[in-house]
């Protein structure tokens, strides 16, 4: 059993809903979504073990749709209980162990068509997120999405979707990763390798139908 961690994100309370600046769309005045700042938030975690020798971030929406066929169609609503899987938003390893925070947009900003390249940073190695399949065969957006993009969900979806912040503290300097690799490469990695790890969770949805 790993130890816990804290880790503390402005802009909204463990579990509410997270502001549009952070997110990739939001509502639009007409139509359904807008392209939003996209901005990665302010973070701050603690309570890492002494013997810690870099961290790990992931983001993850754990509520996404297994089916796309009535995912953003008009005149349809994807069912509260189609089964659900997770997709990536932010993947981020090797972060140096003298790192306790990042400032608000340092692992992203703005919506950048074709994506980031992801790999070598000065802040760790930064692998893909699940932006780079959704876009994937899109001749305007198509590409490798590193770093951070924000919550999109689908805009006819019946439930609020849950997006989970997880910081890791490591034994190990570097999870050896490169190139394409996503949250599951970087999870896989991880195994046998985590100290302490701590979470942090937002709600978001673009269906006005759907209270948060």
């Known amino acids: 059993m790993t130890a816990s961690m804290k880790l503390s994100i402005e802009g909204w309370l463990d579990g509410d809903k997270i502001p549009g600046k952070f997110a990739f769309g939001v509502p639009a005045d007409e139509g359904h979504v807008a392209l939003s700042d996209n901005k990665s938030p302010a973070m701050k975690w603690s309570g890492a073990p002494a013997g810690a020798k870099s961290f790990a971030l992931i983001c993850h929406d754990s509520d ?17 209980n189609l089964p659900r899987v997770d997709f990536y938003h932010l993947v981020l390893t090797d972060i140096p162990a003298e790192y306790s925070s990042f400032a608000e947009g340092e692992l992203g900003e703005g919506v950048t068509p074709k994506g980031k390249a992801p790999g070598q940073q000065a802040y760790g190695v930064t692998g893909v997120n699940n932006f780079t399949d959704w876009f994937a065969g899109d001749p305007d957006m198509g590409g490798d999405y590193g770093g951070y993009d924000g919550p999109c ?5 019946s439930i609020i979707h849950h997006y989970h912040f997880t910081i890791y503290a490591l034994d190990v300097e570097s999870l050896d990763l490169s190139g394409s690799f996503g949250g599951p490469d970087a999870l896989d990695a991880m195994q046998g390798h985590v100290l302490a790890s701590g979470s942090f969770v937002g709600k978001y949805s673009l269906n006005p139908d759907v209270y948060i």
Not at 64 to 80: F, H, L, R
Not at 153 to 157: I, M, S
């Open 64 to 80: 996404v749709p297994s089916s796309g066929e009535d995912v953003n169609q008009e005149g349809k609503t994807v069912p509260e």
């Open 153 to 157: 969900p689908p805009w006819n979806d």
